[in-house]
């Protein structure tokens, strides 16, 4: 399959180094140390949209939100009517950009603290959770297509509505790399702080490992969502509160109570991860033509989706419900 992506910092650069041994993969970066690295690892690099998506059947936007939102709009003036799909945290507002193409919005629950092509993997996908971004105009081989690129890459598909999505991924992304800051600066503030981080084991190192990721890439991640992210913050100051009013005025057992209200959702999240990795779930199998509706459907029931088998009239696959 002819697969261009726009965009080969960490996550295109990632997809890159993941599909080159079965597509033809062809890239495109503004960056020149970034051609030049791409280039050395023997992708094809394309010097502007209209040369890259010429000969493309599948265009995999993973740039930026904001120039992403661009390069959509720009698609739709080249008249490109191949599938495209994007990488961003945010969907909603891709959607509108997208308009027009055969969009699936698509949305990789992978990373790192390290950013650029030089630190892409093809390993980085292996096992992560990947919103699907589902909506009823979806068409059915565009969604196959995207399904098919992410269990090559090692991925497990989470169909999703795209503004659900959006609420989300504040919870179970950027609320963290805001928590995590905030805790470093209160770190950072004690008179005890170097002593601090000379004893300090896994829990200091597990929570503050995003804060080593680019400043700019978290702003322009989170910045979107900020609406949203807001009103997360504040009710996480309302149970800091509470926890803070117990530390003054309550007993062990009162913390104790606080702490296990809060490690089930942890629990139940590894145990459904650990089913998906051991193949187990249960068992769909359904018309090929009745995907787009099936994924409706499941995008409402919160599962996560694996080992699919598709073919020109049936698809099958193992299907896990938190």
Request: with cysteine; charged share 20%; net charge negative.
């Amino acid at each position: 399959m002819n697969i261009s992506i726009v965009g080969l910092g960490l996550i295109g650069g990632s997809i890159a180094q993941g599909l080159k041994s079965k597509h033809q993969i062809t890239g495109f970066d503004p960056d020149k140390n970034t051609q030049a690295a791409a280039s050395k690892a023997s992708i094809n690099m394309a010097n502007d949209l209209s040369t890259l998506v010429k000969d493309a059947e599948l265009v995999i936007v993973a740039a930026p939100t904001k120039q992403s939102e661009e390069t959509l709009k720009e698609l739709k003036k080249i008249n490109y009517t191949g599938i495209v799909t994007d990488i961003c945290s945010v969907k909603a507002s891709l959607l509108v950009a997208a308009q027009g193409l055969n969009y699936v919005g698509s949305h990789p629950m992978a990373g790192s603290n390290e950013a650029g092509f030089n630190s892409a993997s093809k390993d980085l996908f292996k096992d992560a959770p990947w919103a699907i971004s589902v909506v009823s105009e979806t068409n059915k081989d565009a969604l196959i297509e995207v399904i098919n690129i992410i269990s090559e890459l090692g991925g497990f598909v989470v169909p999703v509505d795209p503004h659900e999505h959006d609420e989300s991924v504040v919870l179970s992304s950027h609320l963290a790399h805001v928590v995590a800051s905030a805790y470093a600066k209160s770190v950072a503030e004690s008179e005890f702080a170097q002593l601090a981080q000379l004893l300090a084991g896994g829990s200091f190192r597990d929570l503050t490992r995003v804060t080593t990721s680019p400043a700019e890439r978290t702003a322009e991640i989170v910045w979107p969502n900020r609406k949203s992210l807001s009103r997360v913050v504040e009710n996480l100051g309302e149970n800091l509160a509470k926890l803070q009013n117990l530390l003054d005025q309550g007993s062990q057992a009162d913390i104790e109570k606080f702490l296990s209200s809060a490690s089930s959702l942890r629990t139940i999240s590894d145990a459904t991860m650990a089913k998906v990795k051991n193949k187990q779930g249960n068992k769909v199998i359904s018309r090929t033509d009745d995907l787009v509706s099936d994924f409706l459907k499941y995008s409402k029931s919160r599962v996560i989706a694996s080992d699919f088998q598709i073919t020109s009239n049936e698809v099958s696959y193992l299907v896990n419900e938190i």
